[in-house]
């Protein structure tokens, strides 16, 4: 039930490209879903987070879009850049104990 | 403003070596605490949380320990360190707010055991 899944494992776009990631829930008590970057030899870093009430959260050129009745969301990087070139974590976030719950994570090649 | 230390950045060990990692955050009081764990292909996996001085709730029973002595204190400890030991280990801190409590991670400990 705290298992979040993620795909794809990796993904290569084009500069310029639109980049995508999916990931689902299980457990229906999650009450945030944010999304973490990392880049190689560093801890993660919050990008966006978004509440299972509302559908669509846009920053800048990421975009989180959360469908509740599929326990899905996802992470869409527009107009990707080589410097996006990292790893994306989506997570779900029980406030209950304060605790995240992450996916396996993707691996996002840019090219230029 | 609040920062989150790490070290040692990268430590080689034996395996049945002991094992203690230290984190320490600066410029805030009373944060929650956590130890994660990254193994390649397999994500964050957490290990340790805290969310005061001596209370520790732990999410996968293993070889493994933590400790909290001081308000900004965490530690990670092994007596026995194993193969599967192995990995990037991070500590992350956050201040509890009745939403969604933002993580900040560390810059992580690299530990390979041999």
């Known amino acids: 039930q705290q298992q979040v899944k993620q795909s794809p494992q990796s993904l290569i776009v084009q500069k310029g490209g639109i980049s995508i990631i999916n990931c689902a829930y299980e457990n229906t008590a999650f009450d945030y879903f944010p999304w973490y970057q990392q880049f190689p030899g560093k801890g993660p870093a919050l990008l966006i987070a978004?509440?299972?009430?509302?559908s669509e959260k846009k920053e800048g050129r990421f975009t989180i879009s959360f469908n509740k009745s599929a326990k899905q969301f996802s992470l869409h990087i527009m107009d990707s850049q080589p410097g996006d070139s990292a790893t994306y974590f989506c997570?779900?976030?029980?406030?209950?104990?304060?605790?995240?719950?992450f996916g396996k994570g993707t691996m996002l090649l840019v090219s230029p | 403003s609040q920062t989150i230390h790490q070290w040692p950045a990268t430590l080689v060990q034996p395996v049945g070596s002991p094992l203690s990692l230290e984190c320490t955050v600066e410029g805030t009081s009373n944060p929650n605490l956590y130890w994660y764990r990254q193994a390649a292909g397999r994500g964050l996996q957490l290990l340790f949380y805290s969310v005061g001085i001596g209370q520790i709730s732990s999410e996968v029973p293993q070889n493994l320990s933590a400790s909290r002595p001081q308000d900004r204190q965490f530690i990670l400890s092994s007596k026995k360190l194993l193969l599967s030991d192995s990995g990037f280990y991070l500590c992350?801190?956050?201040?509890?707010?009745?939403?969604?409590?933002?993580?900040?991670f560390g810059p992580g400990t690299r530990l390979t055991v041999t």
């Open positions: 997570a779900a976030y029980h406030s209950g104990y304060s605790t995240l719950t």
């Open positions: 978004i509440r299972p009430d509302v």
């Open positions: 992350a801190w956050s201040v509890g707010s009745g939403g969604f409590d933002e993580q900040y």
